[in-house]
């Protein structure tokens, strides 16, 4: 299987991870774009092939069909309704599952065997919906998760202890919204506990910042997407690089029967093995509320 990268929507999110895979040694060597908007689809492709002669390594760039998705290594699913100012993601929960059942069913009946990434909001239950329509084994579909608010919370502690994000060693778990938490008990910096080197006030501040960055940004410019375009790369060389990274996407967690963020060893064959981190009593119950808030939503469009 050659690595092909079918993204289906070319809106904000779609293109600021098309143009990060561009500017990046990511092992990816065609790059194809599908919108029901056949027009924004095909300049889009064609912005892109202009900035091919000064990317790092060479790839095909074109507007394509449903039907290219069959021998694709990965399908990014960026489609759906936005989030709007003072909007959750939970509110957008009915309208995108019917885009995303859709949007599956089509991508299935190319004879498409890869990996789906999914990233349309809300993330965790469209991912379930995602599975639950293409019928593909549950390593093979994966949600963005919480890699975007754990590198949110990594770069506010490196700013709160002055060093590069990549020494911070932290996770954000459980659903992609007003419900995740840090896990604080298991975040460190270097050798030391991260509750030892920062009080619990700035925390707080710090976990409440996160949690509402993307409020923020959409409050100030109406969408935000070039963080999780990024991610969505970083997730993509971890798979088709066969990498073995640790990230906490969005992944099956068998007993709470949902999809949900949390650390996982990503590769190839997509999702190779569940993290455990330890979690104290306080932290394990967010998890198990986290979980039900999704289960909840799931129901009402399954």
């Known amino acids: 299987m050659q690595n092909k990268v079918v993204i289906i929507g070319t809106g904000n999110v779609g293109m600021s991870y098309a143009y990060a895979v561009l500017n990046q040694q990511v092992f990816v060597n065609e790059l194809v774009l599908i919108d029901r908007n056949i027009k924004d689809a095909e300049g889009e492709a064609l912005d892109l092939e202009d900035a091919l002669p ?6 095909r760039v074109r507007r394509g069909t449903y039907r290219d998705c069959k021998d694709a290594a990965l399908v990014a699913i960026t489609a759906g309704a936005n989030q709007a100012p003072s909007e959750t993601r939970m509110s957008l929960v009915q309208k995108n599952a019917a885009i995303i059942k859709e949007i599956t ?15 349309t909001n809300p993330l965790d239950v469209m991912t379930y919906v995602a599975w639950h329509t293409s019928k593909l084994p ?18 506010a502690l490196g700013d709160e202890l002055k060093t590069n994000p990549k020494n911070i060693h932290a996770y954000v778990v459980g659903e992609h919204g007003d419900s995740e938490f840090v896990a604080w008990s298991s975040a460190n910096f270097s050798m030391g506990k991260i509750t030892s080197l920062v009080d619990a006030k700035r ?23 070039y963080g999780i375009g990024m991610c969505m790369a970083h997730i993509t060389e971890a798979i088709l690089g066969d990498a073995d990274l640790v990230l906490p996407v969005s992944n099956y967690n068998e007993q709470a029967g949902v999809f949900i963020g949390s650390p996982a ?3 190839r064959t997509g999702v190779k093995k569940r993290v455990y981190i330890g979690l104290n009593a306080k932290e394990q119950k967010q998890f198990d509320v986290s979980a039900e808030v999704i289960k909840s939503a799931i129901k009402t469009v399954i």
Do not use: C, Q
């Open 105 to 119: 069913k089509n991508v299935m009946s190319s004879g498409f065997g890869g990996i789906i990434l999914m990233v």
């Open 203 to 225: 925390r707080a501040a710090i976990e409440d910042g996160v949690k509402n960055a993307a409020y923020d940004i959409i409050a100030k410019k109406g969408a935000t997407h």
């Open 138 to 155: 549950k390593h093979k579909v994966i949600g963005s998760g919480t890699v975007l608010d754990t590198a949110r919370l990594r770069y």
């Open 54 to 59: 000064f990317a790092p390594t060479s790839l």
């Open 265 to 267: 060893t990503i590769g």
